[in-house]
């Protein structure tokens, strides 16, 4: 009987299951966005342009957020649309099929260039999609502190920014609810001088943000370059 090394076999059934848990964790989100309705609002005084490019940032609860924001944007026109992901197998996936189609990229959250790639997407005429908050947020509190690099990206851009904030997006997979609530407003930077887009976004969600003095900090890398 031919020798068969343990760490290739390890490695072999180690790549198959990820294939298959991806397959049916696309499955299963396919199946549930399926049923789902977005009930979507804009609390601002600007429309989305779909002439223009933006950068689109929201609060993160739930692994199907990304495919909430894009699936609303693409019924306006916003297609060419990349985005951060992490080494995530199957998160990863998921942005790949989305975007893949439309000639977009995604940037390695973890890549120390990261910001600066993010940078080259939106000169490249094309819009770029990224979570402040850095991983999903598992905790009681409604959003997680920024993390850092996030306002040199902003300043550096030039772009204005679409702020999301997304309501029930962790039901829908674990409740089976249909219905997602999501507002949204479209800004310039320039308009509020010296205030980080952590004190921006806190202040236009203020209705459903309360104080984060006393939430966990979080020390995760992110791409401050």
């Known amino acids: 009987m031919k020798y068969i090394n343990k760490n290739s076999l390890k490695l072999s059934l180690y790549t198959l299951k990820l294939f298959f848990t991806k397959l049916l964790t696309l499955n299963y989100v396919e199946k549930a966005l399926s049923h789902m309705q977005i009930d979507c609002s804009n609390i601002g005084e600007v429309e989305i342009n779909p002439q223009e490019n933006y950068i689109i940032i929201g609060n993160h609860r739930s692994i199907i957020d990304t495919i909430v924001i894009l699936k609303y944007l693409f019924s306006l026109g916003i297609i060419r649309i990349s985005a951060f992901s992490k080494s995530n197998i199957i998160y990863k996936g998921v ?33 770029f999609m990224f979570f402040p908050e850095g991983t999903r947020n598992r905790t009681p509190a409604p959003l997680l502190p920024f993390k850092k690099g996030v306002d040199f990206l902003i300043r550096k851009s030039k772009r204005k920014i679409i702020l999301f904030y997304i309501e029930d997006s962790d039901r829908v997979l674990k409740d089976g609810i249909k219905n997602v609530r999501i507002e949204y407003s479209v800004i310039a930077l320039s308009s509020y001088g010296d205030k980080t887009i952590e004190q921006i976004y806190r202040e236009i969600f203020a209705d459903k943000i309360t104080s984060s003095a006393s939430y966990p900090q979080y020390d995760r890398a992110w791409a401050d370059h």
Not at 98 to 108: E, H
Not at 109 to 124: F, G, S, T
């Open 95 to 127: 942005l790949n099929i989305l975007t893949s189609r439309v000639g977009s990229s995604i940037v390695d959250i973890r890549d120390k260039n990261a910001a600066r790639k993010a940078i080259k997407e939106l000169q490249n005429g094309k819009h």
